[in-house]
């Protein structure tokens, strides 16, 4: 079974520049999770998807960060413009539907941005 | 809110020798699910054992094993023969197992584990 892939796994950008992220979940996979870890931090969830429908965005900063997951599969994550701190490693984590299941890493997404 | 705290930024054991790494959360629910994950270079989560909040008995996964103490919140992770594999950041993280909820993880802040050869 193939696993969640994400893209690109590095990116260096300025500030006030954007960029975008992808994830591709495990098949048949309903829920999925984009996560902010800055560095010697644990992860922080930034927004959770129930197939193409938004749970929880509360920790979104919404004037600069956006993300959708069209057709409840693929999801894209995107920033604009950046800042300083959000150089961080993005993770996306796909999981069945339902709390008991487990969720899914992929390699994240180190961004740097200078 | 809650809240999840690992008090040891970094810990170092001898290869084939046992390790135990800390962690606390705090909560207002009776409900939840708490995890250790392993973090390599790789930067790739890796699940390494679960514990449901309901059951008592501690959970055993080959060479790693909790110490659950729900009265107490707390949830440590032990490392039994230590490897040289085993050398990563470790995070303790809690879900909520309230139905309807979101479940997300909420992570603590990790240890970095290094095993001497």
């Known amino acids: 079974e193939a696993g969640v892939a994400q893209s690109p796994r590095y990116k260096i950008i300025e500030k006030r520049q954007s960029v975008a992220f992808w994830c591709n979940p495990i098949s048949g996979h309903a829920t999925l999770y984009w996560y902010q870890q800055i560095l010697g931090q644990g992860p922080k969830l930034l927004i959770q998807f129930q197939n193409n429908g938004v749970v929880d965005d509360s920790q979104l900063p919404k004037d600069r960060f956006s993300a959708e997951r069209l057709k409840g599969v693929d999801s894209t994550l995107k920033i604009q413009p950046a800042k300083l701190e959000d150089s961080a490693v993005y993770l996306c984590?796909?999981?069945?539907?339902?709390?008991?299941?487990?969720?899914?890493f992929g390699p994240g997404t180190r961004l740097t941005v200078t | 809110a809650q809240t999840v705290t690992q008090s040891q930024p970094e810990m170092s054991v001898q290869e084939a020798e046992t390790v135990t790494l800390s962690c606390t959360y705090d909560t207002s629910e009776s409900d939840y699910y708490l995890f250790w994950y392993k973090q390599p270079p790789s930067r790739q989560m890796i699940l390494v054992i679960r514990q449901e909040a309901y059951k008592q008995q501690n959970a055993t996964e080959n060479r790693f094993s909790v110490n659950f103490q729900k009265a107490a919140k707390s949830f440590s992770l032990k490392i039994s023969d230590s490897q040289l594999g085993d050398a990563a950041m470790y995070f303790c993280?809690?879900?909520?197992?309230?139905?309807?909820?979101?479940?997300?993880?909420?992570f603590g802040t990790g240890t970095l584990l290094a095993v001497q050869p």
């Open positions: 993280a809690y879900r909520s197992a309230a139905g309807g909820a979101t479940n997300k993880l909420i």
């Open positions: 984590a796909t999981a069945l539907q339902g709390a008991f299941y487990e969720q899914y």
